[in-house]
């Protein structure tokens, strides 16, 4: 009983704590430019990124998780497709290369009360690569569902990261917000990560005909050729693996309620 009870009172601190936090969320835009190996194998990426994060009394810190989605890779073509009932048919078909990354996320503020507060922070969690195919039919127009789709390539690995960036209380340009309401946000952080396979439709190296050290096997689909009747493989991109390293470049807007 005594057991229970000292649990019970534990939860009601922590309940009391945190109530005392306020709560934020943000949304916007992510830029990622790989790093080190990945350099060589992938492109720069554009994504969302959306995070959620509970600040102390004293405004100096706070914890939360944070989710960055960003497409890094894309090609469009035009391949014979057979149906079930045997038929075929022009078909554009399009292979998406993706990554996403969700994370536990912590931040110090290095200033408070200013208009301007730069911080640092650290976050940890786990990265998913993969690559999607679609196939969808030309004359509809709105691509309002795709003929069919499918999972070329995933992997996924742990990562780290670590870096800083300024928030600006937008209540300075606009005098009816309240103070620390909304903010304008600009960050950067160095990702790190284990060994992962990931696929790119449009390498950086793709025109050279070495084949780079990093490059693990090549990526294929099948279509048919309706004069032959034959079903060949389509060659839709070469599957790369390194360590998981990237800048993250991110603008966004916060939103915190009130206390």
Same mark, same amino acid.
């Given at each position: 009983?005594?057991?229970?009870?000292?649990?019970?009172?534990?939860?009601?601190?922590?309940?009391?704590?945190? +109530?005392? %936090? *306020?709560?934020?969320?943000?949304? /916007?835009?992510?830029?990622?430019? !790989?790093?080190?190996?990945?350099?060589?194998?992938?492109?720069?990426?554009?994504?969302?990124?959306?995070?959620?994060?509970?600040?102390?009394?004293?405004?100096?810190? *706070?914890?939360?998780?944070?989710?960055?989605?960003?497409?890094?890779?894309?090609?469009?073509?035009?391949?014979?497709?057979?149906?079930?009932?045997?038929?075929?048919?022009?078909?554009?078909?399009?292979?998406?290369?993706?990554?996403?990354?969700?994370?536990?996320?912590?931040?110090?503020?290095?200033?408070?009360?200013?208009?301007?507060?730069?911080?640092?922070?650290?976050?940890?969690?786990?990265? %998913?690569?993969?690559? =999607?195919?679609?196939?969808?039919?030309?004359? =509809?127009?709105?691509?309002?569902?795709?003929?069919?789709? $499918?999972?070329?390539?995933?992997?996924?690995? %742990?990562?780290?990261?670590?870096? /800083?960036?300024?928030?600006?209380?937008?209540? +300075?340009?606009?005098?009816?917000?309240?103070?620390?309401?909304?903010?304008?946000?600009? *960050?950067?952080?160095?990702?790190?990560?284990?060994?992962?396979?990931?696929?790119?439709? $449009?390498? !950086?190296?793709?025109?050279?005909?070495?084949?780079? !050290?990093?490059?693990?096997? $090549?990526?294929?689909?099948? @279509?048919?050729?309706?004069?032959?009747?034959?079903?060949?493989?389509?060659?839709?991109?070469?599957?790369?693996?390194? @360590?998981?390293?990237?800048? $993250?470049?991110?603008?966004?807007?916060?939103?915190?309620?009130?206390?």
């Amino acid at each position: 009983m005594k057991k229970i009870l000292l649990v019970l009172s534990m939860l009601a601190c922590m309940h009391t704590s945190y +109530s005392q %936090w *306020s709560r934020e969320w943000s949304m /916007g835009y992510a830029f990622a430019n !790989p790093t080190g190996k990945m350099k060589q194998n992938i492109n720069q990426g554009h994504g969302f990124v959306m995070d959620f994060h509970m600040i102390a009394p004293s405004d100096k810190y *706070s914890i939360g998780v944070d989710l960055n989605y960003s497409v890094y890779g894309y090609d469009q073509s035009r391949q014979q497709y057979m149906f079930p009932d045997g038929t075929t048919a022009d078909m554009d078909v399009n292979v998406s290369n993706s990554f996403m990354n969700l994370m536990a996320s912590g931040r110090y503020n290095l200033i408070t009360g200013k208009s301007i507060t730069p911080y640092v922070g650290a976050k940890a969690g786990y990265s %998913w690569f993969r690559t =999607d195919l679609n196939i969808y039919d030309p004359n =509809d127009l709105d691509n309002c569902a795709p003929v069919e789709t $499918d999972l070329l390539q995933k992997d996924g690995t %742990w990562i780290y990261s670590f870096g /800083g960036g300024i928030r600006y209380d937008l209540s +300075s340009l606009f005098k009816k917000l309240a103070k620390d309401r909304m903010s304008l946000n600009l *960050s950067a952080y160095y990702t790190q990560g284990g060994t992962v396979n990931y696929m790119n439709t $449009d390498a !950086p190296d793709s025109h050279h005909t070495t084949t780079p !050290p990093n490059r693990a096997s $090549d990526l294929e689909a099948e @279509f048919i050729n309706t004069q032959t009747q034959v079903i060949h493989k389509h060659h839709v991109g070469y599957v790369y693996s390194s @360590f998981a390293q990237m800048m $993250d470049y991110r603008l966004t807007l916060i939103f915190r309620s009130a206390r």
